[in-house]
T-cell receptor, first 110, second 113 residues
Framework: KAGVTQTPRYLIKTRGQQVTLSCSPI?????VSWYQQTPGQGLQFLFE???????NKGNFPGRFSGRQFSNSRSEMNVSTLELGDSALYLC?????????FGPGTRLTVL | DAKTTQPPSMDCAEGRAANLPCNHS???????VYWYRQIHSQGPQYIIH???NNETNEMASLIITEDRKSSTLILPHATLRDTAVYYC??????????????FGQGTELSVKP
């Protein structure tokens, strides 16, 4: 069974630009969560989507947004990028009690 | 903030058992204890979870104290591939589906030959 996939794997942007990251969950999983990982702050929860609705939200500014499609695939968007947004962005899908993480998208903001 | 406290680092000799402690003194009655690990630059990997009984699977054993204020993850025969950051997480969720994971700083386990 295929795991969680994320695209792109690496991305370089400049300050002020916006970016869209994509996550395809494991087949049959309806919950998709997003996390940001930086050396300074560690792994931080961004938001969770379930059946196309945001079910949980972390403490991030409104520049960070997401959505989920009817096939459970999810995207997250970051607008007006800042240098501090450079991070590994991880997506996780779940059906029951376990969350399965993808390999992440490494975003570098210059 | 994370509801767990873990030592920042530990060493273990290859082939020996690795015992990773975690304190979660404010855990609620319906919250589970989850363990994940993250090998460098990869996504976290689920290991095991439990509510109040001890649990064992092919990867590890989880021992939860009777008062549920602490737990220990046991890797019975550590290998070099077990070198990773191990996260102990108290799970907030809805009907145990999805939900958000609040990660602490974890324990960096180094398995040495």
């Amino acid at each position: 069974k295929a795991g969680v996939t994320q695209t792109p794997r690496y991305l370089i942007k400049t300050r002020g630009q916006q970016v869209t990251l994509s996550c395809s969950p494991i087949s049959g999983h309806r919950s998709v969560s997003w996390y940001q990982q930086t050396p300074g702050q560690g792994l931080q929860f961004l938001f969770e989507y379930f059946s196309e609705t945001q079910r949980n939200k972390g403490n991030f500014p409104g520049r960070f947004s997401g959505r989920q499609f009817s096939n459970s695939r999810s995207e997250m968007n970051v607008s007006t990028l800042e240098l501090g947004d450079s991070a590994l962005y991880l997506c996780a899908s779940s059906k029951d009690s376990e969350q399965f993480f993808g390999p992440g998208t490494r975003l570098t903001v210059l | 903030d994370a509801k767990t406290t873990q030592p920042p680092s530990m060493d273990c000799a290859e082939g020996r058992a690795a015992n990773l402690p975690c304190n979660h003194s404010t855990i609620s009655g319906n919250e589970y204890v989850y363990w994940y690990r993250q090998i460098h630059s990869q996504g976290p990997q689920y290991i095991i979870h439990g509510l109040k009984n001890n649990e064992t699977n092919e990867m590890a054993s989880l021992i939860i104290t009777e008062d549920r204020k602490s737990s220990t993850l046991i890797l019975p025969h550590a290998t070099l591939r077990d070198t990773a950051v191990y996260y102990c997480i108290v799970r907030v969720g809805v009907n145990n589906q999805g939900g958000k994971l609040i990660f602490g700083q974890g324990t960096e386990l180094s398995v040495k030959p």
